[in-house]
């Protein structure tokens, strides 16, 4: 089962690695007293606390009934009915439940059902209006439910129970499966190309700004060097997020701070159809990509369809595809100023005023850059895309990308093409509205994040609140696959919100305060790194498709934009920042074993101040995890009776009170 190659862990997380095969209602008032911002800081100018970029964001686009509330939108085929099986004990040793719940397999390999106050049970998702037969498997041999008298022949002289076709109130949403890669499964690594390995110097041109807002050489042959090393593999990702790969302006912007920024972050793309040359060619593109599908590699492009920069011979040659930089009424429509961020002003506006902002109200427009994204796919063979600005676009756009992708890319490629958006906001309605079948697998989810770092890491608040945003999050973007963070490029490193005093105690901080001077250190000590290691621990034991920001496997130090970009650092690092790493690799190897971490329902056993426990279930597998985010150890009640391993350190443990150590999680699985 599942479980087996963790014994192989220490010290080797990549023994397990992911195979194609194997492997509610709005809950803002927890955010109170917070300011989400209302933008997707593109870059690097125009980033949440910039100028004129901190009011309002709470409305939907336009179509968004605002209403969450009740269970998840999606077909009858992928709705899943929980259902828990129970069975009194008489002195078991082991049971487990055996039937035709899932997938083929779901006969052969039995889900462990655990032992609580006298009761064998386990949860499972039972497939919607569809007959359910089953056997328990009591010490090792098949028996009927005693408490369910509907049998039938189950074909080798015996009896299946039966649970007759089964609706419910409160179902879960599963995804489609097209093809030999369950998106399910992906553990996202972002590459910020510029940032991360200089395999190329002659590629190396800066344009002579300050240092951190200029090119630093990074290319797509050091991404290429670095896959090949196993870099990725031996942290246990399987899907690289790349920057833009679109050539961009060597010209420099002037940022709302005041600074002169090169386009080393690719957001202001000129020429469409080249590629970037700090980067490489379009064949050390392609080199990448082959290189990771070699190495069971996704990789997801970043592409930036909103705007382009203002000497793109897009813009020069047909001014009639973008939106006219003013309001109608005279004014300019900078978002933010004379145009708001959101709605049908966020739409049009421009970032600044030298990013020209597509309006794909034009047909040809829409052909153009729709095309233009197709034709990236069909040269690279990319596997997915992460798309920019999701809310400042129309949604003619993605309607039309996802159309033409179906069409034209999927029969050919035989799997599906993931596409995970950003909305910079924590209005969980407008980021829900873009994922359904027509739009968005999924979208980054700030609202977790946000919770994520206000509640475990600046440690505002209480586990219990985030407990509480948990159960209302878990089912809130129906069958999407959401991607799930703790950093990303657009906030200050997050190792900072976990310092002992944290460098900002507003999550949605923008930490420019301290991007171009004072700059923080990176952190001394263990106390830091162990509680960002909590805060993976949770986003690798629950679903979504976690994302891992390049060098927060290291805890790297840095303050806002462009301070959360330093280069890659590669070696020297401190105990904190080896024991984060290491910790990650275990999560990852744990991920890749478990398939309820990635498949499974969640619930919420016990909370507490500092502390909360959950357990996770699917088809063939089950685990528990305890966090304690205080300084001393604590007390977790409210698990399982009977024996436990703790998987990340190997130690047994017995229900129902555990210990966990001051800043840790136990990831717990029933000791065989
Ligand atoms: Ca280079
Ligand atoms: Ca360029
Ligand atoms: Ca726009």
């Known amino acids: 089962m599942a479980a087996r190659c963790i014994l192989a862990l220490i010290g080797i997380a990549a023994a397990c690695i992911v195979t194609a095969a194997g492997c509610g209602t709005d809950d803002l008032e927890s955010l109170t007293g917070l300011e989400p911002p209302t933008e997707s800081p593109f870059d690097p100018s125009a980033g949440p606390g910039g100028a004129g970029s901190t009011t309002g964001g709470t409305s939907g686009p336009a179509g968004d009934t605002g209403d969450t509330g009740g269970p998840a939108a999606c077909e009858d085929s992928n709705k899943r009915c929980p259902h828990r099986f129970t069975l009194a004990d008489d002195g078991y040793g082991a049971v487990e439940v055996i039937g035709s719940f899932g997938d083929e397999d779901s006969w052969a390999v039995g889900v462990p059902m655990s032992l609580d106050g006298g009761t064998w049970s386990v949860m499972l998702g039972l497939p919607w209006d569809e007959a359910v037969q089953y056997k328990f498997v009591v010490d090792g041999t098949p028996t009927v439910d005693p408490d369910n008298a509907d049998t039938t022949p189950d074909g080798a002289g015996g009896e299946n129970s039966v649970l007759s076709a089964t609706t419910c109130e409160q179902w879960d949403c599963v995804p489609e499966v097209f093809g030999d890669f369950d998106w399910r499964d992906a553990v996202i690594y972002f590459v910020f190309v510029d940032r991360f390995e200089n395999g190329d110097t002659s590629n190396d041109a800066a344009i002579g700004v300050q240092g951190?807002?200029?090119?630093?050489?990074?290319?797509?042959?050091?991404?290429?060097?670095?896959?090949?090393?196993?870099?990725?593999?031996?942290?246990?990702?399987?899907?690289?997020?790349?920057?833009?790969?679109?050539?961009?302006?060597?010209?420099?912007?002037?940022?709302?701070?005041?600074?002169?920024?090169?386009?080393?972050?690719?957001?202001?793309?000129?020429?469409?159809?080249?590629?970037?040359?700090?980067?490489?060619?379009?064949?050390?593109?392609?080199?990448?990509?082959?290189?990771?599908?070699?190495?069971?590699?996704?990789?997801?492009?970043?592409?930036?369809?909103?705007?382009?920069?203002?000497?793109?011979?897009?813009?020069?040659?047909?001014?009639?595809?973008?939106?006219?930089?003013?309001?109608?009424?005279?004014?300019?429509?900078?978002?933010?100023?004379?145009?708001?961020?959101?709605?049908?002003?966020?739409?049009?506006?421009?970032?600044?005023?030298?990013?020209?902002?597509?309006?794909?109200?034009?047909?040809?427009?829409?052909?153009?850059?729709?095309?233009?994204?197709?034709?990236?796919?069909?040269?690279?063979?990319?596997?997915?895309?992460?798309?920019?600005?999701?809310?400042?676009?129309?949604?003619?756009?993605?309607?039309?990308?996802?159309?033409?992708?179906?069409?034209?890319?999927?029969?050919?490629?035989?799997?599906?093409?993931?596409?995970?958006?950003?909305?910079?906001?924590?209005?969980?309605?407008?980021?829900?509205?873009?994922?359904?079948?027509?739009?968005?697998?999924?979208?980054?989810?700030?609202?977790?994040?946000?919770?994520?770092?206000?509640?475990?890491?600046?440690?505002?608040?209480?586990?219990?609140?985030?407990?509480?945003?948990?159960?209302?999050?878990?089912?809130?973007?129906?069958?999407?696959?959401?991607?799930?963070?703790?950093?990303?490029?657009?906030?200050p490193r997050v190792i900072h919100l976990a310092e002992d005093t944290p460098l900002w105690s507003d999550p949605w901080t923008d930490g420019k305060d301290r991007a171009w001077s004072n700059e923080p250190p990176q952190p001394g000590g263990a106390a830091a790194y162990e509680r960002l290691a909590s805060a993976f621990t949770i986003l690798m034991t629950t679903k979504g498709a976690p994302l891992i920001y390049y060098g927060d496997e290291i805890g790297l130090a840095g303050a806002g934009d462009p301070d959360n970009r330093r280069f890659m650092v590669w070696d020297n690092y401190n105990s904190g920042q080896l024991a984060l790493r290491e910790h990650i690799q275990r999560l990852t190897a744990i991920r890749a074993a478990h398939p309820a971490t990635r498949r499974g329902t969640r619930t919420t056993l016990t909370t507490g101040n500092d502390v909360m426990a959950y357990r996770v279930e699917a088809p063939g597998d089950a685990l528990i995890v305890a966090i304690n985010r205080a300084d001393t150890a604590s007390t977790v009640s409210g698990i399982p009776e009977g024996m436990w391993r703790d998987e990340l350190t190997g130690t047994s443990w017995t229900g129902p009170d555990v210990t966990v150590p001051p800043r840790a999680a136990l990831v717990l699985v029933p000791e065989s």
């Not at 592409?303 to 309001?327: C, I, K, Q, R």
């Open 212 to 491: 951190a807002a200029d090119w630093q050489g990074g290319d797509w042959a050091g991404v290429t060097n670095k896959i090949e090393e196993g870099y990725f593999e031996d942290l246990g990702v399987n899907t690289l997020w790349i920057s833009v790969p679109m050539d961009n302006t060597s010209d420099s912007g002037l940022g709302t701070d005041g600074r002169d920024y090169s386009a080393y972050h690719a957001y202001w793309p000129s020429d469409l159809s080249a590629p970037e040359e700090h980067f490489g060619t379009l064949a050390e593109l392609q080199q990448l990509v082959d290189t990771a599908h070699d190495h069971d590699l996704k990789v997801l492009l970043d592409y930036a369809m909103n705007h382009v920069h203002v000497s793109s011979p897009t813009y020069l040659e047909h001014g009639d595809w973008f939106w006219p930089n003013d309001n109608g009424a005279g004014g300019n429509c900078v978002c933010g100023q004379g145009c708001g961020w959101d709605d049908a002003e966020g739409r049009r506006c421009w970032f600044t005023d030298y990013l020209p902002d597509f309006n794909f109200g034009e047909q040809a427009a829409l052909d153009f850059s729709t095309s233009n994204a197709v034709q990236w796919i069909v040269d690279t063979g990319v596997d997915g895309f992460r798309l920019d600005a999701v809310k400042h676009i129309e949604d003619a756009w993605l309607l039309e990308l996802r159309a033409r992708v179906t069409e034209e890319i999927e029969p050919a490629s035989g799997r599906h093409f993931y596409m995970v958006g950003e909305t910079f906001t924590g209005n969980a309605e407008t980021i829900a509205y873009y994922v359904n079948a027509d739009m968005l697998d999924g979208q980054f989810d700030f609202p977790l994040r946000m919770e994520m770092a206000r509640t475990l890491l600046t440690r505002q608040g209480t586990m219990a609140e985030l407990a509480s945003f948990l159960d209302a999050n878990d089912n809130r973007y129906g069958a999407g696959i959401m991607s799930t963070f703790i950093g990303n490029h657009d906030i």
